[in-house]
């Protein structure tokens, strides 16, 4: 099997060398159309719930190993969560954005890179503002997606522990 596969990888990468196929790209390598900024929000509110928890975590004593094991996974889960807003923004931007949503929406590439900003300043500090400035920014990008679809949205409480609202499509 294995030397099978490796002779058909062979075969392609000489073809490809000689035929230059033209490579197609998606966020999950099938065009499929489907994006929605959903995913990037919650991820923004996770973020701002961790930097809660972290607060919390802090009040501990540091001699409290199960405090210092909660501390360490609410920061692996914010700078997850924080990584996870840069790439659905950044699939949706790259993928899903055409020049004329950019000439309809000028400040669309100014959004994109102030949404990689502030996630990586959320990233960096222990600070329930830069999460809300997060999640302000990746609302705003939800409600420009949606208007590249023609589709009106709403903002409706969240019902996370971050509190805030979320963006929906109004259908």
């Known amino acids: 099997m294995g030397v099978t596969r490796t002779f058909a990888r062979g075969i392609l990468a000489v073809s490809d060398r000689v ?36 607060a919390e975590a802090a009040q501990a004593t540091p001699a409290d190993a199960n405090a210092r094991n909660k501390m360490i996974r609410y920061v692996s889960t914010k700078e997850q969560h924080a990584e996870l807003v840069k790439h659905e923004v950044r699939v949706i931007w790259g993928d899903y954005m055409k020049p004329e949503h950019a000439q309809a929406n000028p400040q669309m590439h100014q959004l994109v890179w102030d949404i990689m900003k502030a996630a990586s300043k959320a990233k960096q500090d222990v600070s329930i503002d830069s999460g809300k400035e997060l999640l302000g920014k990746v609302q705003e990008f939800a409600e420009l997606f949606w208007k590249t679809k023609a589709v009106k949205t709403v903002r409706v409480k969240s019902p996370y522990p971050s509190g805030g609202e979320l963006v929906y499509p109004k259908l």
Do not use: K, N, S
Not at 24 to 48: E, F, K, N, R, S
């Open 19 to 54: 035929l230059h196929f033209e490579r197609a790209y998606a966020h999950c390598d099938i065009p499929c159309g489907i994006y929605d900024p959903y995913l990037a929000q919650v991820a923004a509110h996770t973020v701002i719930r961790m930097d809660m928890l972290i």
